[in-house]
């Protein structure tokens, strides 16, 4: 007996290599037993022409790729073979175990059963990534009714009714339903959503409100309504003709109009909103953000004009004090939508939480000025330059300037004979539309640290803005908090390009911007200790009328022509 076991086990060894060198994949198989099906053949012919029983029985649950018969017969749509494989034993729940390409450097299983596969096309489909694909009524019937299991969870944590709201076929929907499938399963869940927040089609989110009309005052996880949700512009008119409700916010006091200016939403879904009755003026929680805000961020300018039409409040401020044009100030290229803004009546000269007017951002405010005051306080706390002493420290400067120096030096982009940079172009263009609109944006106004546009201008060194900014009628003698002038920031951000701008020997008011102590008791002339290629002429003006031995000292080099710039003066320390 136990010979002849051996033996039987010897020859069911033969009959499967032989049917893996016969058929080599599941596809060869399944399409040699798809045309035994199709012609009537019984199970004798059948299994006659796969070879034998005893094969097909040792193949009925072998995987290629993962995949079982079944599997296979599912994904493809065969319904006639997934029958027949139930009716002879097949696993009607059988997961898949093919591990799917790495997402965040990790594998792991797909956990798919023919369920699954039957309510969509492309088991590589995700109904919140791809175009939904429509499942087969019919397999999807076979299994329900041999006991397929409607709640099982892929590896994403999808069911099969996730699967069949985002194909919109109403009808596995509705037999899935019948089944006990959940609508609402997985509304907890981290990596999904609900089936009813995946619907695609019409017929399918009637049949869901027909059984369950309350789902209109759904909320996700995190507050968001049906709305949010609605796949396309035929759903989020449904829901909206059904009654939902436009305005639901969520825990951020997001509303669908704000999430739909920020995602995907199109503008005939916008235009639809806003029939709908959705609050064009609606604040967020906490950033204070209304839809024009969020559009004006995000550079949306087509819907930002929707928006100014349907009647958006254009002085609303967001919690930082910025209105939707402080916004759209903030990005290079978008004059001609500025001037569109005030053409509707946008405050021009209206500040923000720090002070700052439209024309504060659009000069450029966006300096790092903690890195300028970390390198004043450097040279106020290793050298004070009005300090009495016979010499500098030659070491402890040599360290102090290097390391002030590296990235400075010879950087100085706004040579006269240097071309126009692009952003330039476009920040004197922005300011530009500002100061010719009819309101006039105001060139003397100061943010809460004293500085003017003229200083914003002159820190981030652009020769063209400051020309512009002169010629309306800016100060360059006009004080920050620190009080320094414009002629202070050129200086001790290296833009000595802008000194003949700024300064005029012939005029005595511009004479003194150059005279003028910040708080500090600084004169501009003493950003030489900041830049070395600063030009000879400041080096005159910093050792001018002081009588401390630092400045005998520098006097005399200077007088003895000894160098003929500040990079000649500092190889003598």
């Known amino acids: 007996m136990s010979r002849d076991h051996k033996s039987n086990k010897k020859s069911k060894a033969a009959l499967i290599h032989e049917a893996v060198e016969k058929f080599e994949t599941l596809e060869k198989f399944v399409a040699t037993f798809q045309d035994t099906i199709v012609t009537g053949g019984d199970d004798d012919e059948i299994f006659s022409a796969l070879g034998d029983g005893v094969i097909f029985a040792a193949l009925l649950e072998s995987r290629d790729q993962g995949e079982t018969l079944l599997l296979h017969a599912c994904r493809r749509q065969l319904w006639e073979i997934a029958e027949w494989l139930l009716h002879h034993g097949a696993q009607v729940n059988v997961v898949v175990q093919q591990?799917?390409?790495?997402?965040?450097?990790?594998?792991?299983?797909?956990?798919?059963?023919?369920?699954?596969?039957?309510?969509?096309?492309?088991?590589?489909?995700?109904?919140?990534?791809?175009?939904?694909?429509?499942?087969?009524?019919?397999?999807?019937?076979?299994l329900l009714e041999n006991g397929a299991n409607v709640h099982a969870e892929d590896a994403y944590g999808s069911t099969p009714v996730h699967l069949a709201a985002a194909s919109g076929d109403a009808r596995v929907l509705g037999l899935l339903l019948d089944h006990g499938g959940d609508i609402l399963v997985g509304k907890d869940h981290?990596?999904?959503?609900?089936?009813?927040?995946?619907?695609?089609?019409?017929?399918?989110?009637?049949?869901?409100?027909?059984?369950?009309?309350k789902l209109l005052e759904h909320t996700d996880q995190h507050g968001n309504g049906c709305i949010y949700w609605a796949r396309n512009h035929q759903v989020l008119r449904r829901l909206l003709d059904r009654g939902a409700n436009p305005n639901q916010a969520n825990e951020h006091g997001y509303t669908p109009l704000h999430s739909g200016c920020a995602s995907w939403?199109?503008?005939?879904?916008?235009?639809?909103?806003?029939?709908?009755?959705?609050?064009?003026?609606?604040?967020?929680?906490?950033?204070?953000?209304?839809?024009?805000?969020?559009?004006?961020?995000?550079?949306?300018?087509?819907?930002?004009?929707?928006?100014?039409?349907?009647?958006?409040?254009?002085?609303?401020?967001?919690?930082?004090?910025?209105?939707?044009?402080?916004?759209?100030?903030?990005?290079?290229?978008?004059?001609?939508?500025?001037?569109?803004?005030?053409?509707?009546?946008?405050?021009?000269?209206?500040?923000?939480?720090?002070?700052?007017?439209?024309?504060?951002?659009?000069c450029g405010y966006k300096v790092d000025e903690r890195l300028v005051r970390a390198g004043l306080l450097a040279m106020q706390r290793f050298y004070t330059i009005n300090r009495p002493r016979r010499h500098p420290p030659p070491s402890l400067a040599s360290r102090l300037y290097r390391s002030l120096f590296t990235s400075a030096g010879g950087n100085n982009r706004n040579d006269d004979e240097a071309e126009v940079p692009e952003q330039d172009i476009y920040l004197v263009a922005l300011v530009e539309c500002l100061l010719r609109h009819c309101a006039g944006a105001s060139v003397q106004m100061a943010d809460v640290n004293g500085s003017t546009p003229l200083h914003i201008a002159c820190r981030k060194g652009s020769?063209?803005?400051?020309?512009?900014?002169?010629?309306?009628?800016?100060?360059?003698?006009?004080?920050?908090?620190?009080?320094?002038?414009?002629?202070?920031?050129?200086?001790?951000?290296?833009?000595?390009?802008?000194?003949?701008?700024?300064?005029?020997?012939?005029?005595?008011?511009?004479?003194?911007?150059?005279?003028?102590?910040?708080?500090?008791?600084?004169?501009?002339?003493?950003?030489?200790?900041?830049?070395?290629?600063?030009?000879?002429?400041?080096?005159?003006?910093?050792?001018?009328d002081c009588s401390s031995g630092l400045h005998s000292w520098v006097g005399t080099i200077v007088a003895e022509s000894r160098c003929k710039s500040v990079v000649g003066f500092m190889s003598l320390w």
Request: hydrophobic content about 35%; charged content about 25%; proline content about 6%.
């Open 99 to 142: 591990e799917e390409a790495p997402q965040h450097g990790t594998r792991h299983l797909s956990r798919e059963t023919p369920l699954h596969y039957a309510c969509k096309f492309n088991s590589g489909d995700r109904p919140w990534r791809y175009e939904s694909r429509i499942g087969s009524l019919e397999v999807v019937r076979l």
């Open 190 to 213: 981290p990596r999904t959503r609900p089936p009813f927040n995946l619907i695609t089609s019409v017929e399918a989110l009637d049949l869901v409100l027909e059984r369950r009309p």
């Open 265 to 362: 939403r199109h503008d005939d879904d916008i235009q639809l909103l806003l029939e709908g009755g959705a609050d064009i003026n609606a604040r967020t929680t906490e950033k204070l953000l209304t839809p024009l805000h969020v559009v004006c961020k995000g550079q949306n300018i087509v819907t930002a004009e929707l928006f100014i039409l349907h009647g958006a409040d254009l002085s609303a401020k967001d919690y930082q004090g910025n209105t939707p044009l402080h916004l759209l100030c903030q990005t290079k290229g978008h004059e001609a939508y500025v001037g569109r803004l005030l053409r509707k009546g946008a405050p021009v000269n209206m500040q923000n939480n720090k002070g700052e007017t439209p024309l504060h951002i659009a």
């Open 463 to 544: 020769r063209s803005l400051v020309r512009l900014l002169l010629k309306e009628g800016a100060d360059p003698t006009a004080r920050d908090s620190e009080g320094n002038t414009p002629v202070h920031a050129a200086c001790f951000e290296g833009h000595w390009s802008l000194l003949p701008l700024l300064v005029d020997d012939g005029d005595d008011d511009e004479v003194n911007a150059l005279s003028m102590k910040n708080h500090n008791e600084q004169l501009p002339s003493h950003a030489i200790f900041l830049h070395d290629n600063a030009p000879l002429d400041l080096l005159f003006h910093a050792v001018k």
